[in-house]
């Protein structure tokens, strides 16, 4: 794809991250197919070759059009954020669909970069008893029962946050976090065939309070957003960060498998920066 | 109670279990950070540490010590000193 293209699908989502905040359905539903066109036509981010590396079952036509819909999902996740940083939650609260399954806290609450990641907020509102929430820059400003504390800054910062959630978790709150794709080292355990590097800290806290965790994601289905959330597998493993760790991972990659197309690119890039295992 | 001096010893000793790169006394000044720049401690090690203060002097867990100016050995051992003498 040349410059001029680039530059085109650049200003069209652009346009659609204005027109979100008034029509997101449809502003959304144009982001998911402009961005599997641009895939369509680049075949780069991801290539179906990229796609295949992670689940080599699928033939060439399959991993084409999964890579067709990773760059869909990209755009509309690309478009949303735009939205969510200028207005906030409330064009996305009408398109999260259902209620969340009974939730008793404590519970944390894992998310990974997969589906409709920046969909999760509304869900999280829905939630019986106060949230907070980690995240490595905010985008919106949530409402009650929903806080949301940023992880940016040095050690002593991020112990100050961590230190909230083991607080939250002891008082019987949820705690929200990101399981994957974070900075720092991490706890590195198989997943797809390879390896990928999951944050340490979600496991710390379950350790250290006894709380279980249960990985959460959304996933665009027709004009609107559904929320999903794992059993609680970590639960009577607690102790054992690794072992936590590794049940978290088995059940994104039992996830990923039944819908690959629903793998984020950042996801997707760090377990192809990671040598397949041995094991495979 | 116990006197300053053990306190300190005491302080320094759950740093060591904490921290790989705690060594003898002379070589932890108090003005040297415990986490980045200093002792290298991530996060995880630093709430931990201040669990294990609460653990075993029987103190509250001093999380002030996590807001405002970087974590010295010397703002720990003070502070732990000054909660034990309340």
Known sequence: ?280 | METPPVIEEAVLDLLRSRAPLARDRAELPDDLRLGSGGLGMDSIALVELLLDCEEQFGIPRPVELLEGEPLTVGRLVAHVRAAMAR
């Open chain 1, 1 to 280: 794809m040349n410059g001029a293209a680039r530059w085109a699908f650049d200003g069209l989502e652009s346009g659609l991250a204005r027109w979100a905040s008034r029509q997101p359905r449809w502003a959304l539903g144009g982001a998911a197919l402009l961005g599997r066109t641009r895939n369509r036509l680049s075949r780069r981010w991801p290539s179906p070759d990229d796609v295949r590396a992670l689940f080599p079952r699928l033939d060439p036509r399959a991993a084409a059009r999964v890579a067709w819909s990773i760059g869909g999902l990209e755009a509309r996740n690309r478009v949303l954020a735009d939205c969510l940083r200028r207005e906030g939650l409330d064009p996305l609260r009408p398109l999260v669909r259902g209620a969340l399954p009974p939730l008793r806290p404590p519970l944390l609450l894992g998310t990974f970069h997969a589906g409709a990641v920046h969909a999760l907020g509304p869900a999280l509102e829905r939630l019986t008893g106060p949230v907070l929430a980690l995240r490595h820059g905010p985008l919106y400003t949530p409402r009650p029962p929903v806080e949301i504390v940023t992880t940016e800054g040095d050690d002593q910062r991020r112990a100050a946050v961590f230190q909230r959630a083991l607080d939250h978790l002891r008082g019987g709150c949820f705690v929200v976090m990101a399981l994957d794709v974070v900075p720092g080292a991490g706890l590195r355990v198989p997943c797809l065939g390879r390896t990928l590097e999951l944050a340490r800290g979600p496991f710390a806290l379950a350790r250290l309070t006894g709380a279980p965790i249960r990985p959460l994601v959304a996933r665009w289905q027709g004009g609107g957003a559904e929320v999903e959330v794992g059993e609680p597998r970590a639960a009577g493993l607690q102790g054992e960060e690794i072992a936590l760790a590794t049940a978290a991972a088995r059940w994104l990659e039992d996830y990923l498998r039944a819908s690959p197309a629903e793998t984020g690119l950042g996801l997707l890039r760090a377990l192809l920066s990671e040598e397949v295992s041995p094991s495979r």
